[in-house]
């Protein structure tokens, strides 16, 4: 079984639409993360959600908005796409705690757009 | 700004040779330090960790040293193979924060047979 799924794997989309992207982990963790990989490969933290807390990267637009709907769920929304937005996007989970930071991560779903 | 970095973008070795990626951090209050590796089309994976009491960790074919006197952390890889070939991040964590990993830019190992 996956720990840390999401969908679609490829999403090829025109500007100025609106997308989601959804996430599930059945490890039971508490925290989950969205993390943007540019084509440089380098990894940036764009939100960090628990049942208490959403963290957000100040440097994240607001047209990006995590969703929740219970503990195992994290899904991206993406509102008027802008070709800038194309990148891979990474759901992670972790237990959250200073003895669990460990990061499991989905596969990633690479977002183009036109 | 990064807080975490690393020295080399790319590095290429012989299969059976050693590699070292290393990796700079300019946060003196991190406390724990992980290695991810991420292959082609695949999220990164977890490969080791370390916290700040520590200044060595030995895994399978893996080590980790931590220098907090110069912020450097690096990530020895014994006798490479083929199979090791892919992208690797070293990643901080802040004391007393949120617990969210910082990345850094990552270093490409590449292993030719």
């Known amino acids: 079984d996956t720990a840390v799924s999401q969908t679609p794997k490829y999403l090829v989309t025109q500007m100025g639409n609106d997308k989601s992207i959804k996430c599930e982990q059945n490890l039971g963790h508490d925290t989950m993360y969205w993390y943007k990989q540019d084509s440089k490969k380098f990894l940036k933290i764009m939100f960090s959600y628990n049942n208490k807390e959403l963290i957000i990267n100040e440097t994240v637009p607001n047209r990006f908005s995590p969703k929740s709907p219970d503990k195992a769920h994290l899904n991206l929304h993406i509102n008027s796409l802008e070709l800038g937005d194309s990148a891979v996007y990474f759901c992670a989970s972790s237990g959250g705690t200073p003895t669990n930071e460990k990061l499991f991560f989905g596969s990633g779903t690479q977002l183009s757009v036109l | 700004g990064e807080s975490v970095g690393l020295h080399l973008p790319t590095l290429s070795v012989q299969e059976g040779d050693n590699s070292i990626i290393n990796c700079a951090y300019s946060n003196s209050a991190s406390d724990y330090f992980i290695w991810y590796k991420q292959e082609s089309g695949k999220g990164p994976q977890f490969i080791i960790d370390i916290r700040s009491n520590m200044d060595k960790r030995q895994g399978q074919r893996v080590t980790v040293l931590l220098n907090k006197t110069v912020k450097h952390l690096s990530l020895q890889i014994a006798a490479t193979q083929p199979g090791d070939s892919a992208v690797y991040f070293c990643?901080?964590?802040?004391?007393?924060?949120?617990?969210?990993?910082?990345f850094g830019r990552g270093t490409s190992l590449i292993v030719h047979p």
């Open positions: 990643a901080e964590t802040l004391s007393g924060g949120s617990y969210i990993p910082t």
